[in-house]
């Protein structure tokens, strides 16, 4: 488990949201001054299906899901302090059976 950052400084944040699956997804973006940026966001209950451009780490700052990555034959759990990879050009599931998941998205 890794210790997740409670505060960023520094950085532009873009006002508006990012919305998806009827509001049931939402982010907002970070920019740093490097040129990185990362979306932190809530997902609410449901199962939903995301497509990757560029690779991705999830970090679960609270909550939990499930999360089964394209070519996975296994679902697997994760909670607040713990992260999974997404390959550049791939996919994943993202299921959240109560309460709120919340999340930090780093473009790798």
Do not use: W
């Not at 505060?7 to 997804?25: E, H, I, L, R």
């Not at 966001?41 to 679960?60: D, L």
Request: aromatic residues 12%; glycine residues 8%.
């Amino acid at each position: 488990m890794s210790s997740l950052p409670t505060q960023f400084s520094g950085v532009t944040v873009v006002a508006k949201a990012n919305v998806y699956f009827d509001g049931n997804v939402v982010s907002h973006t970070v920019l740093f001054p490097d040129a990185s940026k990362k979306t932190l966001g809530v997902i609410y209950p449901g199962s939903y299906y995301f497509k990757t451009g560029a690779a991705e780490r999830m970090e679960i700052v609270a909550g939990d899901c499930l999360v089964t990555l394209d070519g996975a034959t296994e679902t697997e759990e994760y909670v607040s302090s713990q992260h999974f990879d997404v390959p550049a050009n791939s996919g994943f599931t993202i299921e959240v059976k109560k309460g709120l998941c919340e999340y930090i998205c780093s473009f790798l």
